[in-house]
């Protein structure tokens, strides 16, 4: 019964900010990298930013570099992506799944919108 629950998403203006949670449940959260993707309309699901089970490390997309940041908590079973000086391309459903590139568990997306 592993489960993962996004949420923080919402309606902003670009260069606004948003930060998104991932609360995980089910399963032991610290063993697990956990990875953020989006996916717009008629697009390709592509990963935004990913972080290594301890925090360690992390990866981002090129087009996310030095605006979005992903953190973890793994006291509180959560990962984070803040995201800064949003642009309307960022629009998409975003969601967090577990692992840096083999992905078990999905959750089911909050949707992020940017416009003015």
């Known amino acids: 019964q592993a489960q993962l629950v996004e949420s923080g998403g919402g309606l902003v203006q670009p260069g606004g900010s948003l930060r998104l949670s991932c609360a995980a449940s089910g399963f032991t959260f610290s063993d697990y990298a956990m990875t953020w993707y989006r996916q717009a309309p008629g697009k390709e699901r592509e990963l935004v930013a990913a972080?290594?089970?301890?925090?360690?490390?992390?990866n981002y997309e090129d087009s996310v570099k030095g605006r979005f940041t992903i953190s973890r908590d793994n006291a509180k079973n959560t990962v984070y992506l803040q995201m800064n000086s949003l642009k309307p391309d960022d629009t998409a459903v975003y969601y967090c799944?577990?692992?840096?590139?083999?992905?078990?568990?999905w959750g089911q997306g909050t949707q992020v919108t940017v416009s003015s």
């Open positions: 799944t577990t692992g840096w590139g083999r992905h078990d568990y």
């Open positions: 972080i290594t089970s301890t925090g360690d490390t992390t």
